[in-house]
């Protein structure tokens, strides 16, 4: 059964992550917002939630599956999102689908190219993601998409109001630790922007995470992400 609580022991190290990825944007007008796909069915409610507030008028949801969200979503995560975005009171004319991507610049390469060929060409862009992945997937479109304005948001929940909607704590605290990798892995190998260099607390509580075992989602390449 999965562990719904975060273990007292490592609760700071959690939390100085969790903060460290929150990139504080706010959400704001644009040409169109991009709901990321993955597990977290929140993306799809905040982009519903922000769609009918008014702030753009053209969604792309993109992502195909993973072995983690295939049972959940088996058409896929994009079509997913679109299903539960309509049943929110979306409009199915306001949203595209992009089924095809596996990773982070592939939904942006992918949605950027479904929008051209509906003659859509955004100069302003809202990314939706999970909390954890704010900074390198506006990192990620800094590099694929160098022309747009872009903004990432994520829906705006405490840390443990945000495990309760998951439900499996171990797997919040992998998410992290992976994004966190990740941030400066990418930049050295020019998949993502360099925005700025990781701070001395977070890799701290990254180390500390690592040696009590939350490494799941490490990436092969496994050196120091201070290096």
Same mark, same amino acid.
């Given at each position: 059964?999965?562990?719904?609580m975060?273990?007292a022991?490592?609760?700071?190290?959690?939390?100085?992550l969790w903060?460290?990825h929150?990139?504080?944007?706010?959400?704001r007008?644009?040409?169109?917002c991009i709901?990321?796909?993955?597990? #977290?069915?929140g993306v799809?409610d905040?982009?519903?939630? *922000?769609? =009918? $507030?008014?702030?753009?008028?053209? %969604?792309?949801?993109?992502?195909?599956?993973?072995?983690?969200?295939i049972?959940?979503?088996?058409?896929?995560e994009?079509f997913?999102?679109?299903d539960h975005?309509?049943?929110?009171?979306?409009p199915?004319?306001?949203?595209?689908v992009?089924?095809?991507a596996?990773n982070?610049s592939?939904?942006?390469?992918?949605?950027r190219?479904l929008?051209?060929?509906?003659?859509?060409e955004?100069?302003?862009?809202?990314?939706?993601?999970?909390?954890?992945?704010?900074?390198?997937?506006f990192?990620?479109?800094?590099?694929?998409?160098? #022309?747009?304005?872009?903004?990432?948001?994520?829906?705006? *929940?405490? =840390? $443990?109001?945000?495990l309760?909607? %998951?439900g499996d704590?171990?797997?919040?605290?992998?998410?992290?630790?992976?994004?966190?990798?990740?941030?400066?892995?990418?930049?050295?190998?020019?998949?993502?922007a360099?925005?700025?260099?990781?701070p001395?607390?977070?890799?701290?509580a990254?180390d500390?995470?690592v040696?009590?075992?939350?490494?799941?989602?490490?990436?092969e390449?496994?050196?120091?992400?201070?290096?």
């Amino acid at each position: 059964m999965p562990n719904v609580m975060i273990p007292a022991e490592v609760r700071e190290d959690v939390q100085t992550l969790w903060a460290f990825h929150d990139l504080k944007h706010e959400p704001r007008p644009v040409d169109v917002c991009i709901g990321l796909g993955g597990h #977290d069915l929140g993306v799809a409610d905040y982009t519903a939630d *922000l769609y =009918l $507030d008014g702030l753009f008028q053209q %969604i792309v949801f993109t992502g195909a599956n993973a072995p983690t969200t295939i049972d959940v979503f088996p058409e896929g995560e994009a079509f997913g999102y679109r299903d539960h975005a309509i049943a929110r009171g979306v409009p199915g004319s306001a949203v595209l689908v992009e089924p095809a991507a596996t990773n982070t610049s592939e939904n942006l390469e992918y949605s950027r190219k479904l929008l051209a060929e509906h003659q859509i060409e955004p100069s302003s862009v809202l990314l939706v993601s999970h909390p954890y992945q704010q900074r390198r997937a506006f990192a990620t479109c800094r590099v694929v998409w160098p #022309d747009v304005d872009v903004w990432c948001v994520s829906r705006p *929940l405490p =840390l $443990d109001a945000y495990l309760r909607t %998951i439900g499996d704590a171990d797997r919040v605290i992998d998410m992290l630790v992976g994004e966190t990798q990740r941030l400066t892995l990418y930049a050295e190998l020019g998949f993502i922007a360099h925005e700025e260099d990781v701070p001395d607390d977070v890799v701290v509580a990254f180390d500390r995470l690592v040696a009590a075992g939350y490494t799941s989602r490490l990436v092969e390449d496994r050196r120091p992400i201070d290096v």
